[in-house]
């Protein structure tokens, strides 16, 4: 069983940054593709980025290209989305998920590709 604590999420203006960060315990992290996602009120869930296991491959929603920044360290069990240039409109709920197996790079984008998923951080971007 994967266990997953997201943090870092907070209220920010916008043209801000902000960088979540989530913390894997059980289950074999190195292996996993891991991805964040968000949901705002009344809108359904949104893949914004992920990495490989290895961390070789990173995809990034359409919304987010050139402003995220997603990094994984296998040593210490993390993954970490850096958010830049913050717009009102990335306010949401963000979500850690890890894949419970090894998967390939077009599968990250896939809510359905994963196992396991924390319970959120909130990020509030005002304009």
């Known amino acids: 069983q994967v266990t997953l604590v997201e943090f870092g999420g907070g209220l920010v203006q916008a043209g801000g940054s902000l960088t979540l960060s989530c913390a894997a315990s059980?289950?074999?992290?190195?292996?996993?593709?891991m991805g964040w996602f968000r949901q705002a009120p009344g809108k359904e869930r949104e893949f914004v980025a992920g990495?490989?296991?290895?961390?070789?491959?990173?995809y990034y929603g359409d919304s987010v290209k050139g402003r995220f920044t997603i990094s994984r360290d296998n040593a210490k069990n993390t993954v970490s989305l850096q958010m830049n240039s913050l717009k009102p409109e990335d306010t949401a709920l963000y979500y850690c998920?890890?894949?419970?197996?090894?998967?390939?790079?077009?599968?990250?984008?896939?809510?359905?590709?994963?196992?396991?998923w924390g319970q959120g951080t909130q990020v509030t971007v005002s304009s």
């Open positions: 998920a890890a894949s419970g197996q090894y998967i390939t790079a077009p599968a990250l984008r896939y809510s359905r590709t994963y196992a396991y």
């Open positions: 059980g289950g074999t992290f190195s292996s996993a593709g």
């Open positions: 990495t490989t296991s290895s961390g070789a491959y990173k």
